[in-house]
């Protein structure tokens, strides 16, 4: 109990808690504040809650009506692909702000019938009728005219030109037509109903669109492009309340049609002709045959063991293995010789995330474009190279990428099902940055992502923009295994959150022993800056953004190292997590979401 009463100090002041202390004590008011903290429990962290316990099938999404949706397609008879799919679906209607059928989708699953760990990459490509040297030049025209500071560095985070395929329906068909057993029609009926009936807009939600609104208002202001955002998300001028009831009838009818023609209405037939004839005007926008030759690909996902545990993640183009990486350089050091909520757990946690991410931007991109030394990047004999690169005493000025060889803010969304047969499907989906890009086609209710800003403009770096070329992604989906089986499928969202917060969750649980939702509530860390895949290098050392619930000893402590250190008491940085842990002794699932997102775990 004493480390996660220590890690959780400076979050419930001030209010002294008296299982921290080992004996009862007197409430005392601060004379600074008369903010109220977290009562007590008879069992677990005072700061957290219970996990969500069953035995016949469990959901795990950011939005509560969503994971409904997918413990109804499981009582009806689906299986656990067959929920995630319905649960994405409700997701892009109920948190626009997070992903959609604009926007891309990775997936890992369980298959218990083969016992195999199946992985899919479903992340779109760039148009294949524009090269490089038009890129740039339409990028510097829009300096010109003044649509862009004329300092702006990389590709503009909104309009047609960091539009990508989308691949999210690709991937639920791919992962459908191999796993699925309900038609696709009544998966998706549910949010067909919510989009021309309703639904409550929950409170998290309803801040993120509240400034999406603000952005868009600003940025396309006097434009066609607010109108189609307007209509769409903002009836009126404003952003959705908490509470009150939203509908967005033209996804509802873009959803038929894909649930009653099947993946070719929107890749080949119908709506792909209404969004090649949205972008027709567009200097740089996607054409039909970019929508109708798009097609994911099933991907092998790589491993790495931790404390005889093994966590899988996929390959590039995506960031997943910066969190085996980092497992890598940190199985080098018992962690457990300090407190959890010590200063030297985190210095060595983020020093193993910055030397990750320097091979992250010096590799990370499109295998087909790029040859990436995967297996020199996850061998044990890489990871102890690099660990002995940390200083133990002081945060390093600089690391650079690596040599490995091969011997003889954005926005996503996280789900995670089980079903009672225990095929579990781990699915991040992602419209990238904000709602995306601020392209929405006429008439079909969805946001194009704006994915394809993580492209380089730096010709000779693996990741420089190409035609049809997929971008560095930085959704990952992951899975724990132990034995040959999974223990728990999981992901947590959030930009070069992720991986960093994926390595945090496994450290709190097998090396200090939290619970599934422990893992989650307790406070983390997000490191930002040094190198970058879109080559735009921050500040080598960067900065170090800390939660509320981190003690002020520690902080002290971390900054006397060397580290830049801020504390954001937002939530917004730090991700969102949602989890499913199988207990095979017991038969059971425990799950674990996000508190500080909207969702709910559901089970039966």
């Known amino acids: 109990m004493r480390t996660l009463c220590k890690l959780a100090l400076s979050v419930i002041t001030p209010i002294l808690l008296s299982a921290c202390a080992g004996q009862t004590t007197t409430p005392e008011v601060s004379a600074v504040t008369n903010e109220l903290g977290p009562g007590g429990r008879p069992v677990g962290a005072a700061w957290s809650r219970s996990p969500v316990y069953g035995t016949r099938g469990m959901a795990a999404t950011a939005h509560p009506l969503a994971s409904q949706v997918a413990l109804d397609v499981l009582k009806q008879g689906g299986n656990a692909v067959d929920a995630a799919i319905a649960a994405n679906a409700a997701l892009g209607l109920m948190e626009p702000t997070g992903n959609g059928i604009g926007g891309d989708i990775f997936i890992l699953l369980w298959d218990p019938k083969t016992k195999k760990l199946h992985g899919y990459n479903g992340s779109g490509r760039s148009p294949k009728g524009q090269s490089l040297a038009e890129l ?34 690709d991937g639920w068909f791919a992962v459908h037509d191999r796993f699925g057993s309900l038609p696709m029609n009544q998966i998706l009926a549910p949010t067909i109903d919510y989009a021309r009936g309703g639904f409550p807009v929950s409170p998290v939600i309803a801040y ?21 955002i307007q209509s769409t998300w903002f009836k009126g001028g404003k952003a959705p309340e908490t509470g009150s009831i939203f509908t967005n009838a033209d996804l509802g009818k873009t959803l038929e049609v894909i649930g009653q023609d099947g993946r070719d209405a929107f890749y080949k037939g119908s709506l792909a002709r209404q969004m090649a004839d949205y972008f027709e005007p567009m200097d740089g926008g996607l054409a039909y045959e970019d929508f109708a030759d798009h097609k994911g690909e099933w991907v092998e996902p790589g491993g790495v063991t931790y404390k005889g545990y093994e966590l899988y993640e996929l390959p590039p183009n995506g960031q997943g293995f910066a969190a085996l990486q980092m497992l890598s350089i940190l199985k080098n050091v018992d962690l457990t010789q300090w407190e959890r909520g010590s200063a030297e757990v985190f210095h060595y946690m983020v020093e193993a995330k910055r030397l990750a991410f320097e091979d992250v931007a010096r590799y990370y991109a499109d295998p087909d474009y790029s040859d990436i030394p995967l297996e020199g990047l996850l061998s044990d004999a890489y990871g102890r190279e690099r660990f002995a690169l940390i200083d133990p005493k002081k945060a390093s000025a600089e690391f650079g990428p690596g040599d490995p060889k091969i011997e003889g803010e954005g926005d996503t969304t996280y789900l995670t099902v089980a079903d009672e047969n225990g095929m579990l499907v781990s699915l991040i989906q992602s419209n990238y940055r904000g709602m995306g890009s601020g392209m929405v086609p006429d008439g079909l209710g969805f946001m194009f992502q704006d994915r394809g800003e993580l492209f380089s403009l730096e010709e000779g770096h693996p990741n420089v923009y190409a035609p049809g070329k997929r971008p560095f992604h930085t959704i990952i989906p ?48 997000l490191h930002d800056g040094g190198s970058d895949p879109t080559g735009d290098h921050g500040d080598p050392l960067g900065t170090l953004y800390l939660e509320p619930g981190v003690s002020a000893e520690t902080i002290a402590k971390l900054e006397a190292m060397g580290h830049k250190v801020k504390v954001d008491s937002s939530g917004v940085r730090f991700g969102g997590y949602q989890a499913i842990y199988v207990d095979r002794e017991r038969g059971s699932f425990a799950g674990a979401t996000e508190m500080r997102k909207d969702g709910t775990v559901v089970a039966w």
Do not use: C
């Open 136 to 169: 740039k030049s339409r990028i510097a025209a829009m300096k010109a005219s003044g649509e862009l500071p004329e300092d702006y560095q990389g590709i503009p985070s909104h309009g047609p030109l960091p539009v990508s395929v989308p691949g999210t329906v």
């Open 208 to 228: 993120y669109l509240d400034r999406s609104w603000a952005f868009f208002e600003r940025t396309y202001a006097g434009t066609p492009h607010l109108e189609n």
């Open 478 to 525: 992951a899975m724990l295994m132990k034995d040959g089986l999974p223990v728990m499928s999981y992901g947590l969202m959030g930009g070069s959150m992720q991986p960093q917060g994926h390595v945090q969750i496994l450290v709190n649980m097998l090396d200090y022993g939290m619970n599934v939702q422990e893992a989650g509530d307790a406070a983390r860390f």
